[in-house]
Each structure stands twice: as structure tokens, then as C-alpha cells.
């Protein structure tokens, strides 16, 4: 059965008929790979710049994207300053040591670990131990990027 619609242009005095237009189906996105060594950064790390880091900026490579996705490093005595975040955001450890702490309560992170950090916390990590801390941290955007 086809359906007919009919749409009256006052303004202009017109009526205007047709089928119904089907919505543009979703377009494709596509893939993106990203080489760490083409995001790297040396910086000190944000909120205090408390040290040096090393930032693999990977999703920024992404356009559209609605998350973040980033490897970090911190050297030797270097932390990610306490700041209270507006979404729900993951610190994974990939090598070294960390203590995190989230509305001042701490615990240490190693290799496998992961702190689930939530909206509204004051939260932070700092590198312990002799060997940098490196992590990756992850968070949805509040709004798609372009």
C-alpha cells in the first residue's frame, strides 16, 4: 500500500503531494587506527602540572567521536592533580605503580588494575615508585566533538 501525504503551504497558497521519503539510513564511520607514536605529547600532566607525562592523545584522532580514550605516562613523581569530574571516567593501569584517591579516600593501583571513578568526585592519581605509572583514562564526552 502506498500512503500519500499532502502538506499545505499557506503562505504561498499551494498544497503539495507526494510518498513519504524514507529517512537517510545512518551513515557509515569509518574505522580509524591510530599509531600512539603519531599522538605523542611530552606535557606536564593536567589539573596542578604536577611533573612530566608523556599523552597519547588517541581519540582525538577520532572525529565525531563521544568518548575519550588516552594513554598517559607519568614520570617519576609526577600526578594528575585532584579536580572534580562531570562524568564517570576509568583509570586503568598498564605498568607501574599509583595511588588514586576520590573524595579522599586512596588506594593503590598496579599492572591489571582499574579505579571506576564517578560523576562528581574530586579525583586524582599520582605516580609511586621508581618505574613510571602508565595508564589509560576514558571518559564519554558531553557532546560529540566535530
Known amino acids: ?36 607514536n603519531d599522538v605523542k605529547v611530552d606535557e606536564p600532566p593536567p589539573h596542578g602540572r604536577i611533573g612530566m607525562s608523556t599523552a597519547y592523545r588517541i581519540s582525538d584522532a577520532a572525529p565525531a567521536r563521544a568518548m575519550e580514550f588516552r ?3 607519568l614520570h617519576p613523581g609526577a600526578a594528575i592533580g585532584e579536580h572534580v569530574i562531570s562524568h564517570d571516567e576509568v583509570y586503568y ?4 605503580s599509583g595511588e588514586v584517591v576520590s573524595d579522599g579516600e586512596t588506594a593503590m593501583l598496579e599492572p591489571g588494575m582499574a579505579a571506576y571513578l564517578y560523576e562528581g568526585a574530586n579525583v586524582g592519581i599520582r605516580q609511586i615508585g621508581e618505574e613510571p605509572l602508565a595508564l589509560i583514562i576514558s571518559y564519554p564526552l558531553a557532546e560529540r566533538t566535530p
Open 71 to 73: 594513554k598517559r605516562v
Open 1 to 36: 500500500m502506498t500512503r500519500t501525504i499532502c502538506v499545505l503551504l499557506a503562505s504561498a497558497g499551494l498544497i503539495a503531494c507526494g510518498a513519504p521519503t524514507e529517512p537517510a539510513p545512518a551513515q557509515a564511520r569509518p574505522m580509524i587506527v591510530v599509531d600512539e
Open 93 to 96: 593501569v598498564l605498568s607501574g
